[in-house]
């Protein structure tokens, strides 16, 4: 079946301007996660939602970054007056709630944004 | 903070197992050790995870010590296509934000 999908792949903005990426995850994941990133660096959680809970933002770096997820499906993670050391590779990742499954995050392709 | 170590990197030779280590000395009862791969440029590719006891499926092997302190991830056969950095991760499976925290890995180097 198909994988989780983000959109676009790349993303070239200048400073101060706002971007939104989208993550569509697995078909029937309830959980959904948010990571970044950054050049040679590992992955740093920034936002996780499940089901109609209220979503863990703990990892969201400034007021600058929100997502919100509609539908319990896609998501969108906006980054408002984007900064130089925004730039990374902004990972998705989705999860079922199934015990088989024991919680294992399959993530997306990633975005890599790019800020001029 | 991640709540394993790893290697910083390691070398293999083309056919032969790499044994890649892993040591989570403060693991809890409830917490399942898992694996991913990063190969440049792509999102963590899933490997296996397990909870103590052997684990195999068809990428590779998991095996967990009897007092679950470390682990190591056993690729039978490597492939110049198994050049990734490997991550070990614990987490419960249930309860809080399941996040993930990822330390630095183990980058894997395969040689022909």
Redesign the interface.
Known sequence: GAG?SQSPSNKVTEKGKDVELRCDPISGHT?L?W?RQSLGQ????LI?F?GNSAP?K??LPSDRFSAERTGGSVSTLTIQRTQQEDSAVY?C?S?SPGLAA?????????TRLTVL | DAKTTQPTSMDCAEGRAANLPCNHSTISGNEYVYWYRQIHSQGPQYIIHGLKNNETNEMASLIITEDRKSSTLILPHATLRDTAVYYCIVRAPRGGTYKYIFGTGTRLKVLA
């Not at chain 1, 590992?42 to 959680?45: Q, T, V, W």
């Not at chain 1, 024991?102 to 990633?110: A, D, K, N, S």
Request: negative net charge; proline residues 4%; charged residues 10%.
């Open positions: 989780v959980a996660y990571y590992g992955l740093e959680f996780y499940q863990d703990s990892g990972l990742a999860s024991q919680g294992t995050q399959y993530f997306g392709p990633g």
